[in-house]
């Protein structure tokens, strides 16, 4: 699967198709990268990094295992 931002075109991590599922909506086709996720949010890319880590450490969602 390649796939890449729909803002700025780079290539996506798992982490970034997964916050994007998470946070926006779980049927998405198009995502965007954690830093025009931040910038579409108005919150920057720290506290998207910060939910990626506790959703990764919680084992809570099944999207960060």
Do not use: H, W
Not at 32 to 59: A, N, V
């Amino acid at each position: 699967m390649n796939r890449t931002c729909r803002q700025c075109g780079v290539p996506l991590m798992t982490d970034d198709v997964a916050i994007y599922l998470k946070l926006v909506t779980r049927n998405a086709q198009d995502f965007l990268c954690i830093d025009c996720l931040g910038e579409q949010l108005k919150c920057g890319r720290e506290p998207i990094e910060r939910l990626i880590k506790y959703f990764r450490e919680s084992g809570k969602c099944v999207l960060f295992r």
